[in-house]
């Protein structure tokens, strides 16, 4: 169970000499609108009268007036960095503007899934998808610059600074239930089938008498199946394997993967980060994109983190906007549950990406202990939202359909 691409891209993008710079605050997949900044500007405004009560209520209708005007202007202004194409989309309703992003999420995703074939082929597919990513992209952002949606990329966080172990307890989090996932119904499927595997081959030598040629043949034949699997498919054929058989036999394993994977998206969404597809399960995957390298999760669009990677700087912005997505999938598990079992490679890929940055320990530990205050906090507030967003995703609904789900639900406190 993982997050998707975006964390897998950190861990072997990120090159060991990349410096975080704590100064630039790049948001990713996300502009920022000045409409905030002339709200407040609203609130500060103080009106001077010295006149009757008539005098008084002209003079703030005024001011009222003269401030919805400056609000006007800057949404005007924001709009209008927008190609003309999405602005009329989204001048036409939410709806159609959604349905527009999910049928250029599709092209992104079949883009990433795409392998083999013609190489020039191949490089058209991914450029087809890169473009159709980013008016995705502008779609969100023009949604949101347009106040039609108002989650994304509004997530309320907890002030950036060192944390404590003790702080964490004192949130009721306990970090060794949270950042040490068990794995179990995985693990334990992988060693039932170990054995399986083992009585078979037994049974085999004990029945059949295969001289020493056979058995090495067998056993060459078995490895090499591993083998081609490790290196060719990143593993993806046992994890079709395993899952396929977890989901069969454990419910609790489906309900859990569901809500990992809805936290997963929503933490992104409210983060600022628009995903770019989902899938819950290895066979589903399989179904959608008819390829082994993409596994179940969720992925995003992160084309503004992977330039700045490219360029050997990340903002402190993006990096905790990542770190939160990647621990949300064990954060509702110890929400709900009260520990972690899946997610362990999250983890490690976020271990690997501080580690890529040349992150001390303590530097570490203080950006994971900051990033599940904020996680566990979003969570805890929205866990409703996160229960109905894992039902329709466990129905097939759309990355569009998800936005409209969460935007209908949310609260006032976000």
Same mark, same amino acid.
């Given at each position: 169970?993982?997050?998707?691409?975006?964390?897998?891209?950190?861990?072997?993008?990120?090159?060991?000499?990349?410096?975080?710079?704590?100064?630039?605050?790049?948001?990713?997949?996300?502009?920022?609108?000045? =409409?905030?900044?002339?709200?407040?500007?609203?609130?500060?405004?103080?009106?001077?009268?010295?006149?009757?009560?008539?005098?008084?209520?002209?003079?703030?209708?005024?001011? =009222?007036?003269?401030?919805?005007?400056?609000?006007?202007?800057?949404?005007?202004?924001?709009?209008?960095?927008?190609?003309?194409?999405?602005?009329?989309?989204?001048?036409?309703?939410?709806d159609k503007s959604l349905r527009f992003m999910d049928e250029r999420l599709s092209i992104a995703m079949k883009?990433?899934?795409?392998? %083999?074939?013609?190489?020039?082929?191949?490089?058209?597919?991914?450029?087809?998808?890169?473009?159709?990513?980013?008016?995705?992209?502008?779609?969100?952002?023009?949604?949101?610059?347009?106040?039609?949606?108002?989650?994304?990329?509004?997530?309320?966080?907890?002030?950036?600074?060192?944390?404590?172990?003790?702080?964490?307890?004192?949130?009721?989090?306990?970090?060794?239930?949270?950042?040490?996932?068990?794995?179990?119904?995985?693990?334990?499927?992988?060693d039932l089938f170990s054995r399986g595997l083992l009585v078979l081959l037994g049974g085999y030598i004990f029945l059949a008498h295969p001289d020493g040629r056979q058995i090495a043949g067998l056993i060459t034949l078995?490895?090499?199946?591993?083998?081609?699997?490790?290196?060719?498919? %990143?593993?993806?054929?046992?994890?079709?394997?395993?899952?396929?058989?977890?989901?069969?036999?454990?419910?609790?394993?489906?309900?859990?993967?569901?809500?990992?994977?809805?936290?997963?998206?929503?933490?992104?969404?409210?983060?600022?980060?628009?995903?770019?597809?989902?899938?819950?399960?290895?066979?589903?995957?399989?179904?959608?994109?008819?390829?082994?390298?993409?596994?179940?999760?969720?992925?995003?669009?992160?084309?503004?983190?992977?330039?700045?990677?490219?360029? %050997?700087? =990340?903002?402190?912005?993006?990096?905790?906007?990542?770190?939160?997505?990647?621990?949300?999938?064990?954060?509702?598990?110890?929400?709900?549950?009260?520990?972690?079992?899946?997610?362990?490679?999250?983890?490690?890929?976020?271990?690997?990406?501080?580690?890529?940055?040349?992150?001390?320990?303590?530097?570490?530990?203080?950006?994971?202990?900051?990033?599940?205050?904020?996680? =566990?906090?979003?969570?805890?507030?929205?866990?409703?939202?996160?229960?109905?967003?894992?039902?329709?995703?466990?129905?097939?609904?759309?990355?569009?359909?998800?936005?409209?789900?969460?935007?209908?639900?949310?609260?006032?406190?976000?």
């Amino acid at each position: 169970m993982t997050c998707g691409s975006v964390m897998a891209t950190l861990a072997t993008l990120v090159p060991a000499t990349a410096r975080v710079s704590a100064s630039r605050r790049h948001h990713v997949g996300t502009r920022k609108s000045s =409409i905030v900044s002339q709200r407040q500007r609203r609130r500060s405004t103080c009106v001077s009268v010295s006149a009757g009560e008539d005098d008084v209520g002209d003079a703030v209708k005024d001011v =009222i007036d003269a401030n919805e005007d400056m609000v006007s202007t800057s949404q005007q202004t924001s709009l209008e960095s927008f190609p003309e194409p999405i602005r009329t989309l989204v001048e036409s309703g939410v709806d159609k503007s959604l349905r527009f992003m999910d049928e250029r999420l599709s092209i992104a995703m079949k883009g990433e899934a795409a392998g %083999g074939g013609d190489e020039a082929e191949l490089l058209e597919e991914r450029r087809a998808a890169a473009i159709a990513e980013d008016e995705a992209v502008q779609m969100i952002n023009c949604l949101k610059a347009s106040s039609a949606i108002r989650g994304f990329g509004a997530a309320r966080l907890i002030p950036r600074r060192d944390y404590a172990l003790s702080e964490l307890k004192l949130n009721d989090i306990e970090a060794e239930k949270l950042l040490a996932p068990t794995e179990s119904t995985i693990s334990g499927l992988r060693d039932l089938f170990s054995r399986g595997l083992l009585v078979l081959l037994g049974g085999y030598i004990f029945l059949a008498h295969p001289d020493g040629r056979q058995i090495a043949g067998l056993i060459t034949l078995l490895s090499g199946f591993v083998a081609v699997d490790q290196i060719g498919f %990143g593993g993806g054929m046992e994890a079709l394997a395993l899952d396929t058989a977890a989901q069969a036999m454990s419910p609790k394993y489906v309900d859990r993967l569901k809500k990992h994977e809805a936290a997963h998206f929503l933490v992104a969404y409210l983060m600022g980060i628009l995903p770019k597809g989902y899938t819950l399960s290895s066979l589903d995957a399989w179904e959608k994109y008819n390829a082994l390298n993409v596994q179940a999760g969720c992925a995003f669009c992160d084309g503004d983190f992977q330039r700045e990677v490219a360029l %050997g700087k =990340i903002g402190s912005g993006s990096l905790g906007k990542f770190s939160c997505v990647a621990l949300a999938g064990i954060g509702m598990e110890y929400v709900e549950f009260g520990y972690a079992e899946g997610g362990l490679s999250d983890v490690r890929q976020l271990d690997g990406m501080l580690s890529a940055l040349a992150f001390s320990q303590k530097k570490s530990d203080s950006e994971v202990r900051w990033a599940v205050l904020n996680v =566990i906090s979003i969570l805890r507030r929205h866990r409703d939202v996160v229960v109905a967003l894992a039902d329709a995703m466990a129905k097939g609904a759309s990355v569009g359909e998800c936005v409209q789900l969460i935007e209908e639900n949310i609260g006032d406190d976000i």
